[in-house]
């Protein structure tokens, strides 16, 4: 059994060797020990073409497998594999589990109950904020969130289930150590640390567009559901909701303004039959089987504590609210709101001025502002 463990991240790591091929290996019962002394003519029984199979024959071997038990990963990621005994159960039952991962961080999340959360790459504040108050309540209940650590929705999502102490899966479309987006290294170690890393592509992979779907159903695998927080129509998130529905797991997605482009894929969603979210409770009574013991109160204190941090909307004025409305919409510039507030420049910026001490607004270069 551990020869086949290590034979089958040999076959993994060797380029040209994909999942089927592995796949038809363990299929045809070959998948043993005496591999590692099969010869070319051995692989070409097994149906590999005799190019490859004179690779298979000069790599695979006794020296490969020790090199590997010795191997260091940069960074430390541990091997899971689908033959080990805690290869996460949910994910084996997806069409095509991946055969090796490749883990950094708190590998035990893998055996906790979570629920994929995913969206579009460029958010508006609106799906920001929805994203980032859901993964707070989602993360409070003692669910994973997990996600793609992509631009905008992933991030924030992971952001805000770190921030509130809960517990995040990054899954990779990138090999070990290779961070993409590059801006998000300080985010990826944050998760190394105090969450996991998670990838099925060997080091050093680079980030390659047909990656990246592919990484996608070991979202869903992984989760017990997937929230759409808001997508176009023309989303990756929207495969990841595609690909839930085929391993039989729940979809979500938050409704969003009808006239916003960044709407359309969740509305097509709940349209189809997706449960419409509004807050993190019509996500967590799906599962409940899966809270712990006297989950409501410590559920609510730990909201209540979240909530005490924000500014309620009483404590912002009339003019405020106004502009932290507009916002809502997305980023603007300073001549932006000029406009649509019709307000002298000394009156717009005392307004933005204060919002941003009350924390509620942050200024970009360019004088952009958008919501926090």
């Known amino acids: 059994m551990k020869n086949e463990r290590w034979l089958l991240i040999a076959l993994h790591e060797t380029e040209g060797i994909g999942r089927k091929s ?26 590999f073409p005799e190019e490859k199979a004179k690779l298979l024959s000069e790599r695979i071997t006794t020296d490969l497998i020790e090199e590997l038990k010795s191997r260091k990963l940069e960074g430390g990621a541990g091997i899971l594999t689908f033959l080990d005994e805690d290869y996460p159960a949910y994910l084996k039952e997806i069409a095509e589990p991946p055969w090796v991962l490749y883990c950094t961080g708190k590998r035990g999340l893998l055996q906790t109950p979570g629920v994929a959360m995913v969206g579009t790459r460029v958010p508006t504040a609106y799906g920001r904020k929805v994203g980032q108050e859901l993964a707070e309540g989602i993360s409070a209940a003692g669910f994973t969130i997990v996600s793609g650590m992509a631009r905008g929705i992933d991030s924030v999502c992971h952001e805000a289930a770190l921030a509130c102490g809960g517990n995040t899966i990054a899954v990779m479309g990138t090999g070990h150590g290779v961070i993409y987006p590059p801006e998000n290294r300080g985010l990826y170690e944050r998760i190394a640390e105090d969450g996991l890393i998670l990838t099925e592509y060997p080091s050093g992979t680079k980030s390659h567009p047909g990656l990246f779907p592919q990484r996608n ?3 869903a695998g992984l989760t017990l559901g997937t929230l759409v927080v808001e997508a176009d129509s023309r989303s990756g998130s929207l495969i990841t909701a595609d690909l839930a529905l085929e391993a039989g797991r729940d979809v979500f ?10 709407s359309r894929g969740a509305l097509n969603l709940i349209k189809q039959g997706a449960k419409m979210v509004l807050n993190a409770e019509d996500v967590i009574e799906e599962y409940d089987s899966w809270l712990p013991k006297g989950f409501e109160d410590t559920y609510n204190r730990e909201r209540q ?11 912002l004025t009339m003019d405020e609210l106004g502009i932290y409305h507009i916002l809502e919409q997305g980023p603007s510039t300073l001549d932006e709101l000029l406009q649509q507030t019709g307000w002298d420049f000394g009156h717009l910026h005392s307004v933005l001025l204060s919002l941003i001490i009350k924390k509620q607004i942050t200024q970009l270069s360019g004088a952009i502002y958008k919501l926090i």
């Open 22 to 47: 592995i796949a038809r290996l363990r299929g045809q019962r070959m998948f043993s020990g005496d591999m590692l002394h099969y010869n070319s003519r051995d692989w070409e029984e097994a149906g």
């Open 217 to 219: 159903r070991i979202i």
């Open 253 to 262: 997605a938050v409704p969003g303004p009808v006239t916003s482009p960044k």
């Open 305 to 315: 504590m979240l909530e005490d941090t924000r500014l309620p909307a009483d404590h």
